[in-house]
């Protein structure tokens, strides 16, 4: 059965507010309990199970700070969507490896998201503009 528009955007601009207050669980309880969440680049590769997913949410809210999701566009298929947005906030740990202290940060996100009939996030790919994060956090 496919999923509405409106359902789609309920359920990922609901994960994304659980991210901009660095709720971990909210976050865990957007995704099915088999999940495929992989962020591309990320060192430990693709996991699957909301446990799996849960350290990489809690690197990323002590790594990033103040954070809110800009959305540009979004894209609907039947059971997924595809969202390109920009993320506004502060570095504060070492986001994706550079050393953050505490600048301002801003960077393009591309989401490609697949959901289970439940409404659940059945799959988060996602795709971080790592040459803008290293353009604003260069190091000495």
Same mark, same amino acid.
């Given at each position: 059965m496919a999923m509405s528009r409106q359902d789609m955007d309920r359920t990922i601009d609901a994960h994304f507010g659980f991210e901009a207050r660095d709720d971990v669980a909210g976050v865990l309880a957007? /995704?099915?309990? #088999?999940?495929?969440?992989d962020i591309v680049g990320w060192p430990a590769g693709p996991t699957h199970g909301r446990?799996?997913?849960?350290p990489f949410y809690e690197a990323l809210f002590a790594d990033l700070a103040d954070g809110r999701?800009?959305?540009?566009?979004? /894209?609907?298929g #039947?059971?997924?969507l595809v969202d390109e947005?920009?993320?506004r906030g502060v570095a504060a740990g070492r986001p994706f490896g550079?050393?953050?202290r505490g600048r301002p940060l801003a960077f393009r996100l591309l989401h490609v998201v697949e959901f289970a009939p439940s409404g659940d996030i059945a799959r988060e790919n996602v795709w971080v503009d790592l040459a803008a994060i290293q353009q604003q956090l260069p190091q000495d």
């Open positions: 957007t /995704l099915a309990a #088999d999940v495929e969440h446990d799996s997913a849960r999701i800009d959305v540009q566009r979004r /894209l609907y #039947d059971d997924f947005s920009v993320w550079p050393e953050g």
